[in-house]
């Protein structure tokens, strides 16, 4: 039994196709799986930017709130004891002062 040249040329150039396509459809893949890849790394930079903006506005928000809890008058006699003390005693009964005072604003 024998084939068509007619059929042996289709199946031939059939195969030909193939292998001619395969090299473009080989990139055309490896393109998207790496355009893919950066854009999720991309994705995750932004996300890790945004949580970070979150911490560093919690954490001044924080800080603010820690400036303003504390009495500025309380401070300043403190500080004014402080400077015209001269001794370790009176500096020891202004640090305990002072901290009696952040506790009692703290339990309050």
Do not use: C, F, W
């Not at 990139?27 to 799986?33: I, K, R, V």
């Not at 890790?48 to 903006?53: E, F, G, L, T």
């Not at 004014?80 to 005693?89: G, P, Q, Y």
């Not at 202004?94 to 005072?101: D, E, I, N, P, R």
């Amino acid at each position: 039994m024998t084939v068509s040249t007619q059929v042996t040329d289709a199946v031939t150039q059939a195969n030909v196709k193939v292998l001619g396509d395969s090299p473009a459809l080989s990139l055309s893949n490896l393109y998207q799986t790496v355009s893919q890849s950066l854009s999720l790394s991309v994705q995750n930079s932004v996300m890790a930017q945004q949580q970070s903006n979150l911490v560093h506005q919690a954490t001044t928000t924080q800080g603010v709130s820690l400036l303003y809890s504390v009495d500025t008058a309380a401070i300043g006699a403190a500080t004014d004891e402080t400077l015209r003390s001269d001794d370790t005693e009176n500096l020891v009964a202004t640090l305990g002062a002072v901290q009696a005072m952040r506790d009692s604003e703290k339990n309050a």
